[in-house]
């Protein structure tokens, strides 16, 4: 009995120093003291992961020459030939979490930077010769900015000029790796998203990213701040005056000429809001906090500035494509917008953006842009009324006019309907099917094919360079030798001359 009591006595006194224990710590839990970070256990200098194993289950089916993509962490470095890449990810959803404390995250970043820059840029000098030749007289509409002329995409070893490379079989070209336009992949395709052009950071520092800058020169980017052409006001010409529309001068630009409800809608897309790495939380890649990104950041005054980014519709985030940011001029006309998600509407198109890289559960941690109905209606009201820029050549049936075009954009123009078969595919106003086309560029390269993407429209195309979804081809001489050898023409040093005059005139 004593022996029972005794016991008793020590087994209260357990039970009370326990429960003691465990509410200080509940108390203590939420205190600052509790947050001691646990430090990452560095790997290697340059790079704080381990290599991690592949774990991609799937088994390659037929494609025995491609890898399966690696499985990495956010930031890790990713291959620029990712074309030779494919397969599965380790999930289809994001972490609003970093891998490591945000301090070190920056750290990593910044480090790993100078490095990855060195690299990318010594990829794209390998690729391309940009050597800033301008074409004479050619300059895109806000009559500012020189047009680059080209090709200047580099030859394979070996190859003396594009006309011997398009001679050869695609079977040819593709078995001794002679294709000279395979994809662009985004510099850092792990932590990817959006990166801006250095004029753009100039003036929009929140945006200037930790980790990677843009890789492609500015004279072969979109001329900034680009004009905009209203449906409604031709007899204006550009209504931005040369300046850049903002949320601080929209209103006084567009009072009286723009209906209520497209100016709810301009504002809209002038509102800044979080996206997956620029926002207010710690899961960013800018060394402060900012309130996100507009619509307008990267359609500057309803064009482009050449920001790119991945397409959202795709996993892992290997396997997204790389994408430049088409123009909102003319969307009016376009029945199916972005490369491939096939979207049919621009207000659709406002609610959906890629904001989040495609997933909602980013968006839920990170804070909605929660844009409404009747307000994503409205900024497809403003994106209506954006015209492309005056085409003075042209008449109502989109052809050139004889007494104002050149000798050389007429007979480009018979290359474009004639031997180019171009029209197949770009006719109408916008010089667009509005279909989606597979031009099977893997017949050319061993890689990942991707598949079929909508006809981008021609209609004020010099304004609009780099080329094709990812940028690969830097001038509209690049695009022309691209199609050249990519549906067999075969077309002459001349013809190839005169149709990019006549792309020109567009
Ligand atoms: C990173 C800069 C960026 C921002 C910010 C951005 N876009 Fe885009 N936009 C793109 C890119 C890149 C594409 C091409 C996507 C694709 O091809 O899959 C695109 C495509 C589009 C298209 C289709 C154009 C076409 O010709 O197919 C529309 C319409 C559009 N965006 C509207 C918007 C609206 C509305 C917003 C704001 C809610 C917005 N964008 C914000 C980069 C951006
Ligand atoms: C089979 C249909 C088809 C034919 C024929 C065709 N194109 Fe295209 N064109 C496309 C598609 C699809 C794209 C978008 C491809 C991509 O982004 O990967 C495109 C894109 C382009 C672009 C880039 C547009 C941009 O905004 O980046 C140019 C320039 C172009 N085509 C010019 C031509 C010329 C010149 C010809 C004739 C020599 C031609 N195309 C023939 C389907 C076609």
Request: charged fraction near 25%; glycine fraction near 6%.
């Amino acid at each position: 009995m004593k022996f029972i009591k005794k016991n008793a006595i020590a087994l209260l006194i357990i039970v009370l120093i326990s429960t003691g224990v465990y509410f200080s710590y509940q108390a203590y839990k939420g205190t600052d003291l509790s947050r001691i970070p646990v430090q990452v256990k560095k790997t290697s200098a340059q790079n704080p992961y381990k290599e991690a194993p592949n774990s991609s289950r799937i088994t390659n089916k037929g494609v025995e020459q491609l890898k399966v993509y690696p499985s990495i962490q956010k930031g890790m470095r990713t291959p620029f030939d990712l074309w030779n890449y494919y397969g599965k990810g380790d999930s289809s959803f994001g972490s609003p979490n970093l891998p490591m404390r945000f301090e070190q995250w920056v750290d990593f970043n910044k480090k790993q930077k100078p490095k990855l820059m060195a690299d990318v840029d010594a990829y794209m000098n390998g690729r391309f010769n940009f050597d800033s030749r301008a074409i004479p007289g050619q300059f895109m509409s806000g009559g500012r900015k020189p047009i680059m002329a080209g090709p200047v995409t580099r030859l394979p070893r070996g190859i003396d000029s594009f006309e011997t490379l398009a001679d050869l079989a695609p079977e040819e070209i593709k078995k001794r790796d002679l294709f000279p336009f395979k994809p662009l992949a985004h510099p850092i395709q792990s932590t990817a998203h959006m990166v801006f052009p250095d004029s753009w950071v100039a003036i929009h520092p929140q945006h200037k990213r930790l980790d990677v800058d843009m890789d492609i020169p500015e004279d072969y980017l979109p001329e900034f701040p680009p004009p905009l052409f209203l449906t409604t006001h031709k007899e204006l010409g550009d209504v931005t005056g040369g300046q850049e529309i903002t949320l601080d001068n929209f209103f006084e630009m567009f009072d009286g000429i723009i209906s209520p409800e497209q100016m709810e809608g301009l504002k809209e897309l002038l509102r800044p809001t979080p996206t997956t790495w620029f926002n207010h939380t710690s899961h960013r890649i800018t060394e402060e906090p900012s309130q996100g990104v507009a619509c307008l950041d990267c359609h500057v005054n309803g064009h482009t500035n050449g920001a790119f980014e991945l397409a959202p519709d795709s996993r892992p985030n290997m396997a997204r494509l790389r994408v430049d940011t088409p123009t909102m001029r003319g969307n009016y006309n376009l029945m199916l917008l972005s490369s491939k998600r096939s979207i049919r509407s621009m207000d659709h198109f406002a609610e959906v953006e890629e904001y989040f890289d495609g997933d909602p559960g980013m968006q839920q941690s990170i804070g909605p842009r929660a844009a409404k109905r009747e307000v994503t209606n409205r900024m497809g009201d403003f994106n209506s009324i954006i015209d492309y820029p005056p085409a003075p050549k042209l008449n109502p049936l989109m052809r050139l006019i004889p007494g104002k075009a050149t000798e050389s954009e007429l007979r480009g123009e018979a290359v474009f309907h004639g031997k180019g078969q171009c029209d197949k595919c770009h006719y109408g106003p916008a010089f667009t099917d509005d279909y989606m086309h597979d031009l099977q560029v893997e017949r050319f390269y061993v890689g990942r094919p991707e598949g079929p993407i909508k006809t981008f429209p021609l209609r004020g195309i010099k304004d609009s360079p780099p080329y094709l979804h990812d940028g690969r081809l830097p001038t509209l001489a690049d695009a022309v030798e691209f199609f050249n050898i990519v549906l067999t023409l075969k077309l002459t040093k001349q013809e190839k001359e005169d149709l990019v005059n006549y792309l020109l005139a567009l």
